[in-house]
């Protein structure tokens, strides 16, 4: 392989594992800053939409840099990324929904609560102390 295509995809993929790790990274140190379980789920959102799909291609490209292009590698990884972020968007839609039904106290400045009102009562507005 090309000295300059074996140097940009060892960068490429360097910076996208880099990346994805500072992600997950960051969702983890946030983690300890939520207040509730909707903020802990809305937390990881950042790590499972962004982090695990640039992890997941930087290892496309490392493994393209060392073995070479198979088509098969390729299907895998792209079945993978869009698996991610399909699955990581309906997860925590469930899991918040099962989260606030189970009755798990909710931070009172989390607004609005579309869940807690009954259809057509109109919205919600943030408390003052958060304006």
């Given at each position: ?56 291609v930087g290892a496309f490209l490392e493994h393209l840099r060392l073995d070479g292009f198979d088509a098969a590698v390729l299907i895998k990884t792209l079945a ?52």
């Amino acid at each position: 392989m090309n000295a300059v295509v074996d140097l940009v995809l060892s960068v490429l993929s360097a910076v996208l594992l880099l990346g994805g790790a500072f992600w997950m990274l960051t969702s983890a140190l946030s983690m300890f800053n939520a207040r509730d379980a909707l903020s802990r789920i809305n937390v990881l959102s950042p790590a499972t939409g962004l982090g695990l799909p640039m992890i997941v291609v930087g290892a496309f490209l490392e493994h393209l840099r060392l073995d070479g292009f198979d088509a098969a590698v390729l299907i895998k990884t792209l079945a993978t990324v869009l698996a991610l972020i399909i699955v990581s968007s309906v997860a925590s839609n469930v899991l918040a929904r099962a989260a606030y039904l189970s009755g798990a106290p909710v931070d009172p400045r989390t607004a609005p609560q579309d869940l807690a009102r009954a259809p057509g009562e109109g919205e919600q507005v943030p408390h003052s102390e958060d304006r």
